[in-house]
């Protein structure tokens, strides 16, 4: 190559310096500005409109409508919202005693989101706990939504149309649509993009290479330190996805380093110390609440899901979800629930993502998000391969986590949601790289990833209406003949698959604790996780009388058993309204176990 050919031409001794070699003025880099926030602004609210059209059914009246799909997980997320409330009246701790009566329930062992409700507290003492579901249903959609937007554009410098697109993907995608029919803990994922920023943060601090002076000492300890923050903040929104974010994580490490082993012998040290720093940090705080959770009282410390059960069909991949607009009914039968279609991606999306990573060829980043793709969704797979519904006897991989402590209390299906931001991150790199080039590729790499985003483009939530809550609780009765923070018993007693009554404290802020109840436990052998408690006597006698309706024989041994057991919850009063099943057969029987009732608003009450 000439010198000619290296050096820039100098100025025009005619016409002196051009504008051109001071590059862009201060106006023109204010105008550029200005417009990248208006289209910043713009996507935002465009992921607003569509969460909100995904959860219309919600609104305007959130406590008269209900989730179709999963009304009971939503009863139970309600029912944590209020308990988290209470932080903001000096009433909270980690052990709650207003469910499980006398027992109570570990909040760390359950999936409480107390960070998110005590953030809105204020609304919930306010307007109600369904209100602040509703809002958090939409808001983790456009939330995660927005935080991968401003990371793509930020750290991978995508432009904003890819980023758009890639965003979209993980705010929308099937699995997260899917989850949020009640699972608040699995769609607040709008800090994993905080964590990856921070994650890349720390590496580039400790890259030497990067600096003149060896590793970027005050970077690493304020992405360290970040980063111990941000993994303490989601603990209390959802442990199951810093897990996935975590195991992603290293998975996409490895690949990286082994792509890049240059990088990994320069920064590896510094990069392995401000993790240990920031794992160091985090547990300062989190000691604690992870004992509390894994061995206090009431605490759990294995999983209670089968994860033969909760495993991904290998065929749910190529298949559209139920809940997008282009997904049929019959695919339900790949999965568990409405709750998990997590793998189901569908052919259009797989193919287009697969072709996008081999277009982008070789490049670090690229391989890291392809293998954690093919980890992910091979560990979704769980201990044994399914095929259409038909166990195959083929191993999966999962087999090799499944005895690890802790990991077992992790859903193999769910892995199938790691693999939604990595699919956006290699559509997001394909596009923006299509933008940049002359060609064919500019107009068909776009519209392209278009079409397959629109073969899972989602339809909105189905709600229905949902049972209205009785005066006896919303105006305040129920104080008449329980003091706040007593115990009352309502007819039939809250169960995990009947889980109703909980509505009751829910709407009285959680002023008042119930026996027994929807709540993960140490009931089963040795201490082992369960779904709810034993049942008392005379709940199990009081439940059978609501399911067949037909009157039990009670005689003194029933009474002196009733009376037992309303001592051992600590109860103050018995409740039964007019709209329980078969409320005339039960008020017999309660009136032969406790006397006669009185009369409070619709509800007949039995001091006890």
Known sequence: ???????????????????????????????????????????????????????????????????????????????????????????????????????????????????LGVLLAPVTLAVGAPVTFALLVAGNLAGTAVAWYLLLTRLLRARRLAAGLGAALCGFGPGMVSQSNAHLHMTAQWLVPVIVWLVVRLLRAADPAAHPDGPDRRRLATSALGLAGAVTVQVFVGEEVLFLTALTLLVMAVAYGVADRALLRRALPAFAGGLLVAAGSALLVLAYPLWFQFAGPQGVSDGMFSPHYFSADLSSWSTISPLSVLGGDRASRLTTGPAEFNTFLGWPLLLVTAACAGWLGRRAVVLACVAGAVVMAAFSLGPEVVLGGTRTGLPGPYALLGTLPVVDGALPMRFGLAVLPLAATLLTLAVDRALREPGRARRLVPLGVAAALLSVFPSPLPTTDRPAVPEFISGGHWRDCVRPGGVLVPVPVATPKEPWPMAWATAADAGFGMPEGFFIGPYGRGGSATMGTFKRPTSALLADVAKRGVAPAVGDVQRRQAARDVRFWGASCVALTDDAPHAQTLRGTLEQLFGPPTRVADAWTWRV
Do not use: C, K
């Not at 290296?6 to 417009?35: F, I, M, N």
């Not at 209900?66 to 701790?93: C, H, K």
């Open 1 to 115: 190559m000439t010198s000619t050919a290296r050096t820039a031409p100098g100025p025009d001794p005619d016409q002196g310096v051009r504008p051109a070699v001071a590059g862009p003025s201060r106006a023109a880099r204010l105008r550029a500005g200005l417009v990248r926030h208006r289209t910043d602004l713009l996507v935002g609210v465009l992921f607003v409109v569509l969460a909100g059209w995904l959860t219309h059914g919600l609104w305007p009246a959130p406590g008269q409508r209900i989730l179709a799909l999963n009304p009971a997980d939503q009863t139970l997320y309600e029912w944590f919202l209020a308990v988290d409330s209470r932080a903001l009246l000096g009433d909270f701790g980690l052990l709650t005693d207003r469910l499980n009566a006398p027992d109570g329930v570990n909040l760390m062992a359950n999936t409480t989101v107390i960070a």
